[in-house]
């Protein structure tokens, strides 16, 4: 999807690699490289490319103010949602199993509401709040708000229909539909419950793995109906809305404030920043058999405010491709005259780009992550990537200090991608490249990722950001990895291949 001293890169002992060449010199093929450390001889590549790098002696702080402000407001607004439940409620006004069983759906429907205005601006894509959370933890917030949606709501569902039937002396079954067919706007509300539960299923982590991207997306985009469904139910139905006062007041302004975000973020950002820069596609580079490099030209290019790691969401506006925009990372530092994306071809979609053709319209959304060099703590880093995660970062390691160390994780050396580029860059950035070859289930590169391993290769690695991206497995394996090395956290920066 997406992202040395006197050495500028290096192979890993024991493992079945591509010595770096001079690049003048034709790439040679896969050698056996001997186990012993000391008997490694790196080549000295070409001076590199010109291209304008950033330097910083000492890394930006970590904000995390916004990040806590917002934890903060959400959980005062749950509690206040909460609270309008109890104000409503009368003392004394709770005495038979029914009316226990009515509050608690009372209360897990405000609860249940409130959840669900959260997770639709956890999809506005406004600006501040990936700055504030950033995208990967934004990711895992939506993801475990929207079980916890599906949850409370269909405990909502289930307490009320069951308390009314114990007040009223009915079956279920007879109740659900007397308050189907009677209850004002309860159609509605029943229509976006069942799209609310089949959103749940498929958002099973098995089924969503085996789902194409546009799929999904477009399953994504029905929590907006469903959000404009139970409208007319809390406000008709619920005994803390239906009537003017505070209650009825603050729901409608966290509804503006959400919708508010949700317009910015979705239609007049975008909107803007296109009409501005009217991206181009300028050309299309193969990189690999089934990679290519996208590079798209516009106007006023040095005032997009994009940075190395970042990705955009691309639409480009051809046959089979304008209906659908699809997540990529910039393969290369942003600069004034292009902007480049590499794609791995997976799909029916990302079929059709190798076949695009110079001056084709772009419409992007961006730039979004924080996937960034301003937010390493460390004077230094290490990089690891794997398959098409080096796309962020070989654009990352432009903006990254000297001394930067990159593990790059391939199975063979022709699906190597960025090879010159990344020995271009490590003499100029005096950083060091190890190129990773062999399955997964070679016994080398599963050394590699021990403990023992990772400190032989990076023995001040405690003392680094590491920036990760690629497949799950090596993300997963890497990060325990760190861990067990007693890497903090904070200094851990993953972009993962995930929707």
């Given at each position: 999807m997406?992202?040395?001293?006197?050495?500028?890169?290096?192979?890993?002992?024991?493992?079945?690699?591509?010595?770096?060449?001079?690049?003048?010199?034709?790439?040679?093929?896969?050698?056996?490289?001997?186990?012993a450390p000391d008997r490694l001889r790196p080549t000295q590549p070409a001076p590199p490319a010109a291209t304008s790098h950033r330097d910083w002696e000492t890394p930006d702080t970590y904000d995390h103010g916004g990040r806590l402000f917002f934890s903060i407001v959400f959980w005062f607004a749950l509690a206040a949602s909460a609270e309008l439940w109890w104000l409503k409620t009368p003392a004394g006004s709770i005495r038979s199993v029914g009316d226990v069983l009515l509050a608690g759906g009372r209360l897990t429907g405000m609860i249940g509401g409130f959840l669900l205005l959260a997770q639709v601006l956890l999809m506005s894509r406004v600006?501040?709040?990936?700055?504030?959370?950033?995208?990967?933890?934004?990711?895992?917030?939506?993801?475990?708000l929207g079980g916890a949606v599906l949850v409370v709501i269909l405990a909502h569902v289930g307490l009320t229909i069951v308390g009314y039937a114990k007040l009223d002396q009915q079956q279920v079954l007879t109740e659900t539909w007397s308050m189907i067919t009677t209850y004002e706007d309860m159609i509605s509300a029943t229509v976006a419950t069942g799209i609310l539960v089949a959103v749940g299923l498929l958002a099973v982590r098995t089924i969503r793995?085996?789902?194409?991207?546009?799929?999904?997306?477009?399953?994504?985009?029905?929590?907006?109906?469903i959000l404009l469904l139970s409208y007319g139910h809390q406000f008709a139905d619920g005994e803390e809305l239906m009537t003017a006062g505070f209650g009825r007041y603050y729901w409608v302004g966290l509804y503006v404030f959400v919708l508010a975000c949700l317009i910015w973020g979705r239609l007049l950002g975008p909107l803007a920043l296109n009409l501005r820069h009217q991206l181009r596609v300028d050309k299309v580079v193969p990189e690999a058999p089934d990679m290519v490099s996208i590079y798209v030209g516009g106007r006023r290019l040095d005032r997009l405010h994009a940075r190395a790691g970042q990705y955009f969401r691309w639409r480009f506006l051809t046959s089979g491709c304008w209906w659908q925009a699809h997540p990529f990372s910039l393969s290369a530092a942003p600069n004034e005259r292009w902007l480049r994306l590499t794609v791995k071809v997976v799909g029916d979609h990302t079929e059709r780009l190798p076949h695009l053709r110079p001056g084709t319209r772009v419409l992007a959304e961006g730039p979004s992550g924080v996937f960034t060099a301003d937010r390493r703590i460390r004077p230094t880093a290490l990089l690891i990537a794997g398959g098409s995660g080096i796309a962020p970062i070989r654009a990352l390691l432009e903006d990254l200090p000297r001394g930067t160390v990159v593990i790059y994780r391939a199975r063979s050396a022709d699906e190597l991608v960025f090879r010159q580029e990344l020995d271009w860059l490590a003499e100029a950035r005096d950083a060091r490249v190890w190129y990773v070859l062999g399955s997964r289930d070679d016994p080398a590169p599963r050394q590699l990722f021990t403990v023992k391993g990772m400190r032989e290769l990076v023995p001040d690695v405690r003392r680094r950001d590491v920036y990760l991206c690629g497949p799950a497995g090596l993300v997963d394996t890497s990060v325990t990895t760190l861990r067990r090395l007693r890497v903090p956290r904070r200094q851990i920066h993953v972009d993962p291949f995930e929707f």
């Open positions: 997406r992202r040395n001293r006197d050495d500028a890169t290096d192979v890993l002992p024991s493992l079945w690699l591509a010595r770096p060449a001079p690049l003048t010199a034709p790439r040679p093929a896969p050698v056996p490289v001997s186990p600006g501040w709040l990936e700055r504030w959370i950033g995208a990967h933890s934004l990711l895992i917030w939506h993801r475990e793995r085996i789902m194409p991207y546009e799929v999904w997306y477009y399953v994504h985009l029905t929590m907006y109906l």
